[in-house]
Nanobody
Framework: QVQLVESGGGWVQPGGSLRLSCAVS????????LAWYRQVPGNQRELVAS???????WYSDSVQGRFFISRDPAKNTVDLQMNSLKPEDTGVYYC??????????????WGQGTQVTVSS
């Protein structure tokens, strides 16, 4: 059964850094796409960073140059390194994985989310 479990959230001051980790069942390379989203209560869930199996990693304009997504084969995780954090980075961060079944349909799986708070 596919499961995604996030960890590493917490409180940090503006300008600080935090590293989130998403433990993935099975192989991280079995997913067409692994990605990180974030959400503030009352707002839509926002795609922050994406790591496709093939192709280039993608970042939203608001985090470009500050965040970095990576797959770690040794830990079988997808991680999000967050640097130069700003108060507007505050939110619940979710891990997402996309697979395809035998009929070619896309399947999406979500983690439970981890809270990130950036404040003085």
């Amino acid at each position: 059964q596919v499961q995604l479990v996030e960890s590493g959230g917490g409180w940090v001051q503006p300008g600080g850094s935090l590293r989130l980790s998403c433990a993935v069942s099975g192989s991280i390379f079995s997913f067409n796409v692994l990605a990180w989203y974030r959400q503030v209560p009352g707002n839509q869930r926002e795609l922050v960073a994406s790591s496709p199996r093939y192709g280039s990693r993608w970042y939203s304009d608001s985090v470009q140059g500050r965040f970095f997504i990576s797959r770690d084969p040794a830990k079988n995780t997808v991680d999000l390194q967050m640097n130069s954090l700003k108060p507007e980075d505050t939110g619940v961060y979710y891990c997402n994985g996309e697979q395809m079944n035998s009929s070619g349909s896309k399947l999406n799986y979500w983690g439970q989310g981890t809270q990130v708070t950036v404040s003085s």
